[in-house]
C-alpha cells in the first residue's frame, strides 16, 4: 500500500480537533475512506508516534499523541542526550552534549560512535549497549570517561527508538555522578 502524506495528514487534522479520540469507523466517515485503508494509515500513525491507541473492549480508539517532540527533550534536560541511528551514527546531540565534549555540531553529527575515542569513550565499552538498544533491549548502566585531568563517572540509560520514518535508533541519556 503507497501511503499518501496528504491521507496521513488529513488523518492527524481530524484527530486535531477530535482530543478525545475516535474509532476507525468515525475516522473513515470523516476523511470519505474505507475502514480498512484507514486503519492502515492509523497503523502507520502509531508506528510513527504520531498517534496513540487505546483499547475499549474490541473497539481502538485512536487519538493525537501527547509526546514531547525531540527536539524540546534534547533542550530541556539537564543531562547529556545523544541520539544514533540504525548504524550508531550520532544524528543529534543536546547542547550539554557540546559543552561537555567542547566539540563543534558539524564535528560529531553523522559519525558513528565505533571506532573513535572522542568524544564517547567510556570504560565499560557502551557500543554494545548500544547494538543491544538497537534490538530492543534497554540498558542502565555505569561507566567511567577519562577525559585526561579529570575522571567522571556517568549512569547511562540507553533506549531503543523509532524515528518518524519508522527506523530504529538508540536515545542515550548521561547522568553525571
Do not use: C, W
Not at 21 to 47: D, F, P, Q
Not at 103 to 117: F, K, L, P
Not at 120 to 137: S, V
Amino acid at each position: 500500500m503507497d501511503f499518501n502524506k496528504k491521507k496521513l495528514k488529513l488523518i492527524k487534522e481530524v484527530l486535531k480537533s477530535n482530543p478525545r479520540g475516535l474509532t476507525v469507523t468515525a475516522i473513515a466517515k470523516e476523511i470519505n475512506m474505507n475502514s480498512h485503508s484507514t486503519g492502515r494509515y492509523l497503523e502507520v500513525l502509531a508506528a510513527a508516534g504520531h498517534v496513540d491507541v487505546t483499547v475499549f473492549g474490541r473497539s481502538k480508539v485512536y487519538y493525537l499523541s501527547q509526546r514531547l517532540p525531540l527536539s524540546a527533550m534534547l533542550s530541556l534536560s539537564t543531562d547529556i542526550i545523544v541520539v544514533l541511528d540504525k548504524d550508531l551514527r550520532i544524528v543529534n546531540a543536546n547542547d550539554k552534549f557540546f559543552e561537555f565534549t567542547r566539540a563543534r555540531r558539524e564535528e560529531i553529527v553523522n559519525r558513528s560512535i565505533e571506532g573513535i575515542s572522542f568524544p564517547l569513550k567510556f570504560t565499560p565499552d557502551i557500543t554494545p549497549y548500544a547494538r543491544g538498544a538497537m534490538n530492543g533491549t534497554e540498558s542502565r548502566i555505569e561507566a567511567d570517561f577519562n577525559g585526561g585531568k579529570e575522571s567522571l563517572n556517568f549512569k547511562i540509560k540507553l533506549i531503543p527508538t523509532v524515528f518518524d520514518d519508522g527506523e530504529k535508533g538508540v536515545t542515550m541519556i548521561f547522568e553525571d555522578i
